[in-house]
């Protein structure tokens, strides 16, 4: 396994940009999560997908925001209008869905800085 | 909702200290639990976890026991090294309860003194 992976890695941008990023899960994992970690926080859950299906939205998601698994297998969150409270590091996980439990495993992130 | 209570930090030991860093959680169904480890620079790492009451997780000198009665999972280690400086970050996923992504603790920082 390669792992997950993220890009990119570091990412300015100036408010009111769109801005959009990139994960690339384990491959044959089923399961794809995003996930927002502030300075001092915990990962804050923000959505999911099974195969291309977004099956779970948290309402910290809101319309600006926007996710998509097209073919199952890579994702993307594109940030519409970025604000200054945007500004976090953007986490990536990805599991294989067995039963009622999956381990989940995370790439490196993406730390967003909006000036 | 679900919810996961872990200690305040920094948490400052000596080298070879006994360590214990306190999880507590709510959770409306019946949750996994899991620690992720995430060094400086570097994204979260599990480190271990439990699926039911009374399993015991363990890795790399770390354990941790799932606790219903008392709703825990307390992390411990019996000898801690300089290398396991880090902040440490107690999860529950409770699908069962509707919640299939991870509720993740505040994160607890470790800092261990040669």
């Known amino acids: 396994d390669t792992g997950v992976s993220q890009d990119p890695r570091h990412k300015i941008t100036k408010r009111g940009q769109n801005v959009t990023f990139r994960c690339d899960p384990i491959?044959?994992?089923?399961?794809l999560y995003w996930y927002r970690q502030t300075l001092g926080q915990g990962p804050e859950f923000l959505t999911y997908?099974?195969?291309?299906?977004?099956?779970?939205k948290s309402r910290l998601l809101s319309d600006r925001f926007s996710a998509e698994r097209p073919k199952g297998s890579f994702s993307t969150l594109e940030i519409q209008r970025t604000e200054q409270g945007d500004s976090a590091m953007y986490l990536c996980?990805?599991?294989?869905?067995?039963?009622?439990?999956?381990?989940?495993?995370f790439g490196p992130g993406t730390r967003l800085t909006v000036l | 909702g679900n919810s996961v209570t872990q200690m305040e930090g920094p948490v400052t030991l000596s080298e070879e200290a006994f360590l214990t860093i306190n999880c507590t959680y709510t959770?409306?169904?019946?949750?996994?639990l899991f620690w992720y480890v995430q060094y400086p620079g570097e994204g979260l790492q599990l480190l271990l976890k439990?699926?039911?009451?009374?399993d015991k997780g363990s890795n790399k000198g770390f354990e941790a026991t799932y606790r219903k009665e008392t709703t825990s999972f307390h992390l411990e280690k019996g000898s801690v090294q300089v290398s396991d400086s880090a902040v440490y970050f107690c999860?529950?996923?409770?699908?069962?309860?509707?919640?299939?992504?991870?509720?993740f603790g505040k994160g607890t920082h470790l800092i261990i003194q040669p």
């Open positions: 491959s044959e994992h089923n399961r």
């Open positions: 959770a409306t169904g019946y949750p996994s």
């Open positions: 439990a699926t039911k009451a009374d």
């Open positions: 997908f099974q195969n291309e299906a977004q099956l779970e």
């Open positions: 999860a529950l996923s409770d699908p069962g309860g509707g919640a299939d992504g991870l509720t």
């Open positions: 996980a990805s599991s294989v869905h067995r039963g009622n439990t999956d381990t989940q495993y």
